[in-house]
């Protein structure tokens, strides 16, 4: 009975040790914390602690604030010569296919004209020569419609207005007015003018 009072209060000892060494820890570690707080955080005055920056410290700051604010100036200058000079490039571009499709459009109808015209000519000239004045007169008008200008179908049409005056007795006057109006359009084809002037008033009296 003896041994075991002993062996229990040995045993109720150890727990009461153990115990105020847990108490003992859990103060320990909250009176690091304490201290931590206290020296980092608070003063003699009870504000927080900070260091102070030196002057020479601020000019470093400002100047890394104003060379980040150059480097952003002239990034934004460098993109907006970029946007620029890509809307410039754009812009030309446009235009010279807005030009190059007119060019061509043109071209494409002044193709069509001279086809046209000589379609006219030759099926003028077919009638002609089968001495029907009259389709040939409407075909070489067709072609002044297109070339008002062309002495070419002038002259043709001078031609037939001869012949349907001589075979016909018709277009005599036009014969006439037509000759007078070459005659002061076209000086340098004079010559050959007035050599079918001196033939329409020797044969046919215009």
């Known amino acids: 009975m003896g041994g075991e009072g002993s062996m229990k209060a040995m045993i109720d000892s150890l727990r009461n040790n153990r115990k105020l060494l847990r108490n003992k820890s859990r103060f320990t570690k909250?009176?690091?914390?304490?201290?931590?707080?206290?020296?980092?955080?608070?003063?003699?005055?009870?504000?927080?602690?900070f260091k102070p920056y030196s002057k020479e410290a601020i000019k470093k700051i400002k100047a890394g604030f104003q060379r980040k604010h150059k480097q952003e100036k002239v990034l934004f200058a460098f993109l907006g010569l970029l946007f620029f000079l890509l809307f410039i490039f754009l812009g030309t571009f446009l235009i010279k296919e807005v030009l190059q499709e007119q060019n061509d459009r043109k071209q494409l109808n002044i193709q069509k004209q001279?086809?046209?015209y000589l379609k006219h000519i030759?099926?003028?000239?077919?009638?002609?020569s089968e001495s029907n004045w009259h389709n040939a007169i409407y075909y070489y008008k067709k072609a002044l419609e297109l070339?008002?200008?062309?002495?070419?179908?002038?002259?043709?049409l001078l031609?037939?207005?001869?012949?349907?005056?001589?075979?016909?007795?018709?277009?005599?006057a036009n014969a006439k007015d037509l000759l007078d109006e070459l005659l002061m359009k076209?000086?340098?084809?004079?010559?050959?003018?007035?050599?079918?002037?001196?033939?329409?008033?020797?044969?046919y009296g215009i």
């Open 30 to 49: 909250e009176r690091s914390f304490l201290n931590l707080k206290e020296t980092y955080l608070k003063g003699a005055s009870g504000k927080p602690r």
């Open 147 to 156: 070339y008002p200008n062309d002495y070419d179908s002038s002259y043709r």
């Open 122 to 128: 030759a099926f003028g000239d077919r009638w002609f």
């Open 186 to 203: 076209f000086p340098d084809k004079k010559s050959e003018l007035i050599q079918l002037k001196e033939v329409l008033n020797y044969e």
């Open 159 to 172: 031609q037939a207005y001869g012949q349907n005056c001589e075979k016909a007795l018709e277009d005599c």
């Open 114 to 116: 001279e086809q046209a």
